[in-house]
Every structure is written in C-alpha cells, then in structure tokens.
DNA sequence: GTTATTATTCAATAGATTCTGAATGTAATG
DNA sequence: CATTACATTCAGAATCTATTGAATAATAAC
C-alpha cells in the first residue's frame, strides 16, 4: 500500500503524462519506479498500481522504447527489474524529439506548401495572415531544433533561463 | 469545393492542434476561417469540412471561448459571420496558460508538497532524485511564467531567439 | 523432457471522446 | 402573431483509445 503522497504524485504525474503526450498508464508506472530506489518488477506494478498485468507489460516496454526506463536483473531472481533513469529530463527531451517530428514538421511543411503556391496578389490578405504565420512557427522550429539538438546543453540553457536571478 | 493545398494546410493543422490540445474540428475550422479572407458563415464551415451542423456551432462557440475567433455581422444578412484573429500567436498564448495551469502546476504541486514530507535520511537516494526533478520543474515553471506573462513581449522574444542569426 | 514461473501478445471489452441530427430556441420579417 | 431563417442544445451513435485477461511463449529448475 502506496503512501498518501506518494499516490497523489503519481496520479498527478498520470495527468501531466497526457501533456506530454504519453498516456497516462505509462506516466504512472514512470512515477513509480522513479519513486522507489530498488529495482521494481511487473507484478509489483500491477499489484501496486491496480492494472493487469497485460497492461503493465506493455507499458513498461514501452517506456523500454522510449529510453525512459531500463531493464535489470538481480541475482537469483528469474524476473525482470525495472529502474529508471534517474534524470527525468532525458524523458521529456526524447518525447519533445518525437512530438515535434510527428505533429509539428507536417504543419510547418503544409503550410509551406500552401504558401508557395499561393498568389501574393490573388489574395493579398491571405497571404500576408500566412506569411506571418509561417514566420512564427518558423522561428518556434528553430528554436526547438537548437533545443532539440543537445540534450546537456539544453539542460544547461533551461536551468539558466529559468533561474532565479534572470 | 476547396483547392488542394488548402485541404492540406487545414487537415495538418488539425492534426497540430491535438499537439496543442484542441480537437480536431475546431482546429479545421479555425484554419478554414483563417484561410478565408471574408466572413464564414456556420453552414459554409459544415458543408466545406463535411461535419454536422451541431458539430460546427459547438465547436464554433468553443473557439469563441478561446478567444480565437470573433463572430461578427455583415448588414442586410441575418446569419451570424466569423472571422480569426489574424495573428495566431493570440491563440497558442492563451492555449499554453490553460493547459499549463491545468496540468502542469498540479503535478508540480503534489511534488513540492511529497518532497516536504519525504525524509531527506530515510531515503536518500530518491529523495535526491526527487529534488533534482523538482529543481528541472521549477525551472520549465519560471521559464513558462516568464514567457506567459505578456503576449507581446513573448513574441518578440520568440522571433529573437528563433532568429537566424543566433 | 517435464514442470513451474514469469513475460508477452492480442482479441475482446470497457471507457472516453467526438460527432450527428432531430428537437428546440431565438429573433427577424412581413 | 405566424412564418421563415438561422443557431443551439443534447441524447444517442459512432469512433477512437486504453485496458483486460486468457492464451501463448519463453525460460529456468528439477
């Protein structure tokens, strides 16, 4: 039986799962293995966390996918381990790769696309709208590239941007 | 009937918007009426995206909510008109200060308030751990902050760090 | 090789979300 | 005030997503 605020964490973290875009299974087995210091395994999960055991098999593979968690095994013990790494950044880093790749690159190409076959002089006011969208996520692009592109030094920049004194 | 790229532009972006969290009618829609430089009316936008009436004047006053759209009226016409707010930055702003209030600030709470009751001696190892995430969190919380506090000052910072020459 | 233990797969089911369209509401027109 | 034109609502249907659990596979122990 979970602590008290060892729960509210997880179910809270099941939640922002979803704003990450991983569902919500997945972003609760993450909180918990992140909240134990010894390796943890399936039927634990299943047991602790109130879902079968189907399910928790392919979460924690998928969370395998992801690079998020990793498999272990402890010495005379035929099951499978899990532990986390233990700096949730790279798991935010991976899925914001991911996320980018999937659902903003096919806008910014659309639109792109859209645009250059779109008459500046048919429609002015369209256009215009468009272009200055298209620079917008243009620079979003950008940005997210430098960001996406090290995963220690976006770290670094995040904890400078985001300290106290700027 | 719609031109091709424009069919594109608007089924990407519907798409997108599940990355920012609207469904993906609304999402159409408001690419529609951002496509269009004059006024849309309700039964233009549910016969030109095939969906239902219902669907379209829902999903019509949900981005009125939003602030994304404005309904406006053209004299001598009984029907209620739409047009979009012509810079879509507007838009994205105000769907990060939801979601981030919503999801984010939650999760952060509940592990600002598990840190306060986790004994730093009991179990270090993930009391460390935790107070590593909450350090990574607390600065995406100032950064967002920062960022969402004036919509003006945010985009000019979004193009000079996106710009190309940084 | 047989048995026991654990892990995985996947078809069926449950659950959540989105959409439809008929019913109802509202307001302008003659 | 009756009719017409349009907008909105919401219960049910359709669809999409997540979960279960029984069947199957894999592996270790004997």
Redesign the pocket.
Known sequence: MLPEGYEQFIESWGSMGVLWGI???MARIHAFILLSDEPI???TVATEL??????A?????ELRNWGIIKRVHLSGD???FYVTEPDVWNMLFKIGIERKKREFDPALGALRHLLSETDADTNREVHGRLTELQRTLAAMDRIMDKFLKNEKISKAMLEFLGSKKM
Chains 1, 2 share one sequence.
């Open positions: 569902n919500r299974s395994d399936l039927d109130s879902i079968s055991r189907g399910n098999s392919m979460s924690l593979k035929r099951r499978d």
